[in-house]
Nanobody, 121 residues
Framework: QVQLVESGGGLVQAGGSLRLSCAASGSPFSIDAMGWYRQAPGKQRELVAF???????NYQDCVKGRFTISRDVAKNTVYLQMNSLKPEDTAVYYCSAGLEVGGSYYAYDYWGQGTQVTVSS
């Protein structure tokens, strides 16, 4: 079973930055891709960004140019650098392990506890 542990969330003012980290362990196979999701109160969980083992990245339009996803494949760790944060970025952020097929990301059904990001105006 894959364990995912997120960290790095917190409270920040609009325009500020945060860096999220996530370590994956316990996988019996090589993880092809990793991604970050977020879920705001009353909303569905949405994919924010993903990165393949080869380094290809994909972002949701609303975070392009502000967020950067990166990964240490050897350590099964993924990061999300978030700059120019906005109040609408407030959510619980979850990392995921999965695979990329035809440009789309498919997450395995393993989830960590998430990390809260709160952006004040």
């Amino acid at each position: 079973q894959v364990q995912l542990v997120e960290s790095g969330g917190g409270l920040v003012q609009a325009g500020g930055s945060l860096r999220l980290s996530c370590a994956a362990s316990g996988s019996p196979f090589s993880i092809d891709a990793m991604g970050w999701y977020r879920q705001a109160p009353g909303k569905q969980r949405e994919l924010v960004a993903f990165i393949t083992s080869g380094g290809r990245t994909n972002y949701q339009d609303c975070v392009k140019g502000r967020f950067t996803i990166s990964r240490d494949v050897a350590k099964n760790t993924v990061y999300l650098q978030m700059n120019s944060l906005k109040p609408e970025d407030t959510a619980v952020y979850y990392c995921s392990a999965g695979l990329e097929v035809g440009g789309s990301y498919y997450a395995y059904d393993y989830w960590g506890q998430g990390t809260q990001v709160t952006v004040s105006s």
